[in-house]
Nanobody, 126 residues
């Protein structure tokens, strides 16, 4: 069974940093995860795409709200996905989810992604 497990969330003051991790399991090989991404959802709001990465070539894409502050990456073995979050703002407070798809990539549309983790909470205080 394919699963994604997020970790690294927590509470931080505005201007601080956090690094989220996402560990996939159950895949036959890393190349079957064509695309991986991070989404977030704040209470009362719709799920929002944050950043994505083509796992084979490493090309990345970001939402305008985090561009220049957040960095998505993967380790060389493609066993772990990361989201480095710097210069955090209170409006970044949300549950953060890792997502994957085996055929489409390039856009942060939640409907494109077929596998999801359970999420990790990020809280930024002012």
């Amino acid at each position: 069974q394919v699963q994604l497990k997020e970790s690294g969330g927590g509470s931080v003051q505005a201007g601080g940093s956090l690094r989220l991790s996402c560990a996939p399991s159950g895949y036959s090989d890393s190349d079957s995860r064509y695309c991986m991404a991070w989404f977030r959802q704040a209470p009362g709001k719709e799920r929002e795409g944050v950043a994505g990465i083509y796992t084979r070539g490493g090309r990345t894409f970001y939402s305008d709200s985090v561009k220049g502050r957040f960095t998505i990456s993967q380790d060389n073995a493609k066993t772990t996905l990361y989201l480095q979050m710097d210069s955090l703002k209170p409006e970044d407070t949300a549950m953060y989810f890792c997502a994957a798809d085996d055929s489409r990539c390039g856009r942060l549309l939640s409907s494109w992604y077929t596998t999801w983790g359970q999420g990790t909470q990020v809280t930024v205080s002012s």
